[in-house]
């Protein structure tokens, strides 16, 4: 790059970071005249950014957002980063894969050679959790949808899985959230006056959108926590509402790859105790089980009691 060219890639940076800058200020952070910043903010305005002069004592800039997409300028990083986004977003389950590909392929192909080779160093597969292969991606128009009733603060309508002879559910969304590659939307319930979380890809909107709404507090103040503790089946704090521990007749090595977020102390003589959480007293007890080894020491009484029901279950299958 030339330094001109360098300069003008920092200033666009600037103007990004923040809404105002003081020129007197720009100056002072590029290391050069005033009267070098208007130039550099003329040689901007021709390549299409929407720069507005603001007042004050020294003068100032605004990038406001244009009708149009004008030239791009990232520095090494953000191209970088830019380019992994969109290798990742083919299991990211918003139907925009083709799209993704063919702006990963646009981005590569004016790449300096010096950022290819770095991302070609980064090259990685993705693949999709086992357990959602078969779910259909998010229509990318309704996640649009959705996601601007979730901005504007405006209640939605809409058709809920496969019960198109019911009335519309109605609910204030507030939070879209991506887990496992699918899209939930946690919202408030009107009809339920209670907290609800939807599969984005079995919603249906209706149109038009409600009266708009005053947003609540999701609870717990984390709507990454909130939805975590959903899927563990409890409804207060983040994590699991049954927890046990056993003493596995297995090494702790061999016990620590499949343990997920179990925590294993290692006793030695080939023993280790397994601390581990589940929604419930018998899918804990089945988690254990699968070790495939014998186990000593179970707690608490809960616990055991899921282990004698288990023990029936299975005999009479085996029968």
């Known amino acids: 790059m030339t330094s001109t060219t360098s300069r003008l890639l920092v200033l666009l940076s600037l103007l990004q970071a923040r809404r105002d800058w003081p020129g007197g200020l720009l100056a002072e952070r590029l290391d050069i005249s005033h009267r070098t910043v208007r130039r550099d903010i003329d040689r901007l305005r021709a390549m299409g950014y929407r720069i507005q002069a ?3 004592p020294d003068g100032g800039y605004r990038l406001d957002a244009g009708a149009e997409l004008p030239p791009l300028l990232f520095d090494d990083d953000q191209a970088v980063a830019l380019a992994v ?3 990742a977003a083919a299991v990211s389950g918003a139907g925009l894969e083709e799209a993704a590909v063919r702006a990963l392929t646009t981005v590569r192909q004016v790449m300096p050679s010096r950022l290819r080779h770095r991302l070609d160093a980064l090259a990685f597969a993705t693949i999709p959790n086992g357990r959602n292969a078969a779910v259909q991606p998010v229509d990318p128009g309704v996640l649009l949808a959705v996601s601007a009733a979730a901005r504007g603060r405006e209640t939605l309508r809409f058709d809920y899985g496969d019960h198109d002879d019911r009335p519309p559910r109605r609910a204030e969304p507030h939070h879209l959230v991506v887990a496992a590659e699918r899209w939930y939307l946690v919202a408030w319930d009107l009809d339920r006056d209670d907290w609800r979380t939807f599969r984005v890809d079995r919603m249906r909107p209706r149109t038009p959108n409600g009266r708009r709404f005053e947003p609540r507090p999701v609870p ?6 909130y939805v975590s503790a959903r899927f563990k089946g409890s409804a207060d704090a983040d994590d699991w509402p049954c927890h046990g521990s056993a003493i596995l007749h297995l090494p702790a090595s061999e016990v620590l790859p499949f343990a997920g977020d179990a925590v294993v102390d290692d006793l030695g003589d080939g023993r280790c105790r397994i601390h581990v959480g589940s929604w419930s007293w018998v899918a804990l007890a089945a988690s254990l089980g699968r070790f495939d080894a014998a186990l000593e020491d179970v707690e608490p009484a809960q616990l055991r009691e ?3 029901m288990l023990a029936g279950r299975y005999a009479a ?3």
């Not at 717990?220 to 926590?225: K, L, M, S």
């Open 220 to 225: 717990g103040g984390d709507v990454r926590a």
């Open 306 to 308: 899921a282990f004698g």
């Open 54 to 56: 603001t007042k004050g």
């Open 317 to 319: 299958a085996g029968r």
């Open 85 to 87: 986004a969109l290798q």
